[in-house]
């Protein structure tokens, strides 16, 4: 089975500028997460979907960040504006059933803010 | 709140000798527990799991891990490495109970530099 998509792989853009990353699960799993990976540092959790609502966006900066995933299938974080302190691999990971289970990650997106 | 310590960021180790990579968690309930690998510039993938029943687990690539509810650890092992071993090793651990759906909080990584 396809794996979990993710692009761009690369982004450089500069503070206060605006980013978007996309995700394209593997098909049919109900869970989406975006997790940030800063540099020396374990994944954590942005927001975390099932089907198309949210079930956890307790660490998400709200006032910069943004994510949808309409229709339940694929969805886009959004940065803006960005600060340097997002400089960060931004991972989306899926899974296909509730409860425990694992979890597929894509290759991540490393973003650069200059 | 759960939390996972990981002690030793970089481990170095050399080619066909044993590796353990150390891992503690925190949880004021049970725990599932589970043990991620990533290589340079990919995701994580899962190397095994624990969710309840024999505290010692296999995973891929000859790798084991051992579920010591009294000492609340979760270590990593692997009798000989190879150089192909050589990665970010994450610890992680999930809440069961967390409202029906999983939440996992990951540490914060062990670096495996497998010497030839």
């Known amino acids: 089975e396809a794996g979990v998509a993710q692009s761009p792989r690369y982004k450089i853009i500069e503070k206060r500028q605006s980013v978007a990353f996309w995700c394209n699960p593997i098909s049919g799993h109900a869970t989406l997460y975006w997790y940030q990976q800063i540099l020396g540092q374990g994944p954590k959790l942005l927001i975390q979907f099932q089907n198309n609502g949210v079930v956890d966006d307790s660490q998400l900066p709200k006032d910069r960040f943004s994510a949808e995933r309409l229709k339940g299938v694929d969805s886009t974080l959004k940065i803006q504006p960005a600060k340097l302190e997002d400089s960060a691999v931004y991972l989306c990971a899926s899974s296909g059933l509730v409860g425990v289970n694992e979890q597929f990650f894509g290759p991540g997106t490393r973003l650069t803010v200059l | 709140a759960q939390s996972v310590t990981q002690l030793d960021s970089q481990v170095p180790v050399f080619e066909e000798a044993p590796v353990e990579l150390r891992c503690n968690y925190s949880?004021?309930?049970?725990?599932?527990l589970f043990w991620y690998v990533q290589y340079p510039n990919q995701g994580l993938q899962l190397l095994l799991k624990y969710l309840s029943g024999s505290t010692l687990v296999k995973g891929i690539n000859g790798f084991e891990a051992e579920f010591n509810k009294s000492q609340t650890s979760f270590h990593l092992r692997k009798p000989s490495v190879h150089i192909s071993d050589t990665a970010e090793y994450f610890c992680a651990v999930s809440d069961p109970y967390s409202g029906g759906y999983q939440k996992v909080t990951f540490g914060t990584g062990t670096k495996l530099q497998v010497i030839p």
């Open positions: 949880s004021s309930v049970s725990v599932y």
